[in-house]
């Protein structure tokens, strides 16, 4: 998996040990796809060269990264947009809930590729943009393999040249 995405340019620090998510994250995400969590075994670190892609590691889910760009980031910006808004946080609360961000773009605009864990589209990656990333989400493919496939192919270049 790692391979294919050095093959397109990524640079990749790959982990040493292995690592845990924190209660904290798995009790939200208590049900992501085998594949998923063995590709966050694989790596610390994996950026583009400008550094304005990346893909959430262990250590970002756990809070334990460098980055000023928490992994969360746009539920967050959403959360606070509509602070006084029960109505409309509740919808981000509950899209978030669903939706694990797995890469992030700040390329050209805000953007994040997700894994939505929800029972009726289980596995399934999603992309979205700003400024309404949970009406904006669009389908992208049908399983993690298949996203990495896909950046490593050129397929679906409209919705990842953003991604690479």
């Avoid at 998996?1 to 009790?27: C, Q, Y």
């Avoid at 399934?124 to 309404?132: L, R, T």
Wanted: aromatic fraction near 14%; include cysteine; hydrophobic fraction near 35%.
């Amino acid at each position: 998996m790692i391979e294919a995405l050095k093959k397109i340019g990524f640079i990749v620090t790959e982990r040493l040990e292995r690592k845990e998510l924190s209660p904290d994250f798995l009790n939200r995400y208590s049900n992501l796809p085998a594949d998923y969590l063995e590709f966050l075994q694989q790596f610390q670190v994996i950026t583009n060269e400008c550094e304005n892609v990346w893909f959430n590691s262990i250590e970002d889910f756990n809070g334990d990264s460098n980055s000023e760009f928490r992994w969360n980031e746009f539920e967050l910006m959403g959360l606070e947009t509509f602070d006084d808004d029960e109505e409309e946080t509740e919808i981000i609360r509950c899209f978030w809930d669903t939706h694990v961000p797995i890469a992030l773009s700040v390329k050209d605009g805000y953007r994040y590729l997700s894994i939505d864990l929800s029972s009726e589209n289980y596995g399934k990656i999603y992309c979205g943009v700003e400024p309404e990333f949970e009406e904006s989400a669009e389908l992208v493919c049908d399983s993690f393999n298949q996203l990495l496939e896909m950046l490593s192919s050129n397929e679906k270049e409209d919705i990842l040249t953003n991604f690479k």
